[in-house]
T-cell receptor, first 114, second 112 residues
């Protein structure tokens, strides 16, 4: 197991287009998280899953954003009708049920909306 | 409403000296705290953690101190090494949740 994988690493899209990112967590981890990081800020929580159930969504996750984790394995994050303000690094992380030791993050997907 | 604050955007240190990175928080319901290190073009990497019931945790060159009354935690790196150049984030977890709230980060730089 090579850790948390995210694909693609970079994505440039035109405003108004839809984009989808994929995350493959560490296989033994039950929980999967999506965070967003903009320049000069720390990661901001977007949503998390326990197995296939989406248990919490941030108010940052507008109705243009949707996340899924079918079968409790990989996850996808889709952004519809992208806006320039969506430009950010999208980080996926996973953890065991006990999150006392934090998460293991992937390398992220950098989205640029032009 | 920034519940976790890192007021120093950057810190410069000489090799071999101590680095002290600070973090303040506002919510007394945080029950677990973490420090992460982030290199460019990589995701954050877990460094060290501390429970709210403790005031100190050590792991090699890294020690985290928690002062609950002041709502303050700090990360000490002794001795500092050039490979420690990175952005350091503190993060805090609300009790009863699995969500960590991150600070804005402090960039550790080395003086020649």
């Amino acid at each position: 197991d090579t850790g948390v994988s995210q694909d693609p690493r970079h994505k440039i899209t035109k405003r108004g287009q839809n984009v989808t990112f994929r995350c493959d967590p560490i296989s033994e981890h039950n929980r999967l998280y999506w965070y967003r990081q903009t320049l000069g800020q720390g990661p901001e929580f977007l949503t998390y899953f326990q197995n296939e159930a989406q248990l919490e969504k941030s108010r940052l996750l507008s109705d243009r954003f949707s996340a899924e984790r079918p079968k409790g394995s990989f996850s996808t994050l889709e952004i519809q009708r992208t806006e320039q303000g969506d430009s950010a690094m999208y980080l996926c992380a996973s953890s065991f049920l006990d999150s006392n030791y934090g998460y293991t993050f992937g390398s992220g997907t950098r989205l640029t909306v032009v | 409403d920034q519940q976790v604050k890192q007021n120093s955007p950057s810190l410069s240190v000489q090799e071999g000296r101590i680095s002290i990175l600070n973090c303040d928080y506002t919510n007394s319901m945080f029950d677990y705290f973490l420090w992460y290190k982030k290199y460019p073009a990589e995701g954050p990497t877990f460094l060290i953690s501390i429970s709210s019931i403790k005031d100190k945790n050590e792991d090699g060159r890294f020690t985290v101190f928690l002062n609950k009354s002041a709502k303050h935690l700090s990360l000490h790196i002794v001795p500092s090494q050039p490979g420690d150049s990175a952005v350091y984030f503190c993060a805090a977890r609300l009790g009863g949740t699995y969500k960590y709230i991150f600070g804005t980060g402090t960039r550790l730089k080395f003086l020649a």
